[in-house]
């Protein structure tokens, strides 16, 4: 059967979740709307059930596009996940306001179990209830008294949901409940003031309250978190000690897997035997997978943090403490957590916008996420910055190139902001922005549920974004492959011919006719066509062909140069790149790698929305194409007239 | 004497007056902002805005514009 997991936010509902389902969870979305679906399958003796994770809501009606589901499905018998049994996660030291959400649900004639959650706390602050008085106000409902985090409670909840007859109720707070349509916030709110009436008697009647129900500790740690000074510094400290970890020990387990893809592709390339086949695997798909899982270490890490600082109750300080900060730019406290995101991948970051229940702010956040650098344009950056900035020291202290690797993810962060304004000025507001938001108390953080949300959060970026990075690599490959007909072996037979081949080394010689052949394939037919677009910037053809491949992910631009060059990959070091690109000059002997032509690229980098990926997840997250499409038109706009500028500047 | 919750002082107990109608009063009333219940500013974020204030034994965060649309009175003290 399937069985539907409903609760306020902050009640431990994931905790229930994970401790029911454990690792069979799995994602997806619900019927004929972009909201992710979270299910797990629950066997018991032989049954099998599928246990759904519904978004923590206060009420069915709905705040947020995110909380929509629970509105639509719940008021539809006919919908696919309707479900034959309601567990309502209920923080049992907040009674009255969790049991409204039950008493709409038990309006509806769902059957279901009240799942009397984070008893422990509860009973800690002084709070005793009557479970079995409880049981009489709502006949037909199972009442178990869980504290999921240490998995207390889990057979008597397995047993509850074995033993429950599946009739719905004949009690009712409201009857013959009507829910009110979505539009109708006057007819809501009354149904609220009666659900509440009756509950406030309720609650009095079950509930025995020894102290005061505040939480004392949580106080304390407040007035240092929330402090006007350290409160700044200790989350600028928590992001300093994160991007530590994402830049410099990521870089370990990344150098590794990139040595391991590229000594799988040469791997098959020695041992299948040659041809179309071969080349697809070692030049498309295996490069093509491998610059999928190469981020995986940064994303895990990233959300290795983050789920730390949510479980603990941290996080939502943290957008309190921000929204001040954020509201002049269209953006909402909520806005943080997608940009700080964004600086590892966009693709996670534009997901976690959803929390944000105002749509303008959430679509602003959205817009301007994949302005913030990413992890795949650090190759970039860091092969320009090796290439036209010289190693030296700035005012005696300064390293000159760490310098200007700051000055573009500062220039980043700037222009989304600024963008930002723009958009706020432009859109047009359905609806108030709002921020009513529970500050949990502080918990230490569970372990478990951090691993599963680490494990959800890869999973879901290496199925989005991996097939259409995947995707993008293999037409690109063809592309640099096949050229129009005779064009590319007439190329090889030319470099063939010339003088000095025979002296190269046979590894020289392979290079040499790589780079020919991409040279006059459809790839560098495109990137010729594209080179009077790309002059006044700077660039030459050998370029635009590198800025065409970015659109896979941005970090194979530097591949890329390696084969036009044929550069042999000296894993990922690039000196012999460098030492290259230095020397390359262009038709009228000018050296092409100047510090206005490199500048002008970073800019360009830092603005262009080269990420298909990205824009695939944009457009699901905002359900039409015009979103993304703005997107690119901005971000390009930017990053050409940047460049240009720069490129002007500097020559 | 009754002012707005976003007047109120930090650390003063308060009685819910009124709400009023609003957008937003529908998702005020389901966190349980009720008339009759008691309510408490602990404390506010660093410009002063948001404000967090305790309801029930939570804390729950709310923008200025939107306390400002909740009036309270204050507890008398004993």
Redesign the interface.
Known sequence: MKIALFGNPNTGKSSVFNLLTGLRQHIGNFAGITVEKKSGNLQIEDKQHELIDFPGVYSIYPRSKDEEVVYKVVSNSSHIDFPDLALIVVDASNLERNLLLFSQIYDLKIPSIIVLNMWDLAQKRGIKIDIEKLQNYFPGVLIVATNARVGFGKSRLIEAIQNHNLTSSTGAVIENFQLSELENKKGQEQETQIRYQFLKNVVEQVEQVEKSKTDTSSRKIDKILIHPVFGYLIFIGILFVIFQFIFSFASIPMDFIDLQTSNFADFIATNLPRGLLNDLLCQGIIPGIGGIIIFIPQIALLFFFISILEESGYLSRVVFIMDKIMRPFGLNGKSVVPLISSVACAIPGVMATRTISDWKERLITILVAPLMSCSARIPVYTLLIGLVIPKQMFLGIFNLQGIVLFGLYFLGVISALLIAIILKLLIKNREKGFLLLELPSYKMPRWSNVGINVLEKVKIFVVDAGKIILSISIILWALATFGPSGKMDGAEKFTKANSGFEKLSSKEQNQAIASARLESSYIGIFGKAIEPAIRPLGYDWKIGISLITSFAAREVFVGSLATIYAIQDDGGKNVRLIERLKNEKNAKQEPVFTLASGVSLMIFYVFAMQCMATLAVVKRETNSWKWPLIQVGFMGFMAYFGALLAFNILS | MIISLAKQNIGVKSEIKSIASS??????????F?VGKSVEV??T??????I?V?L????????L??AETIRVESSISL
């Open positions: 957008a937003l009063t529908n998702k005020l009333v389901e966190l349980g009720l602990v404390f974020a660093p410009f002063g805005d948001p967090a305790e029930n034994g939570s804390v729950l965060s709310l923008r514009e939107e």
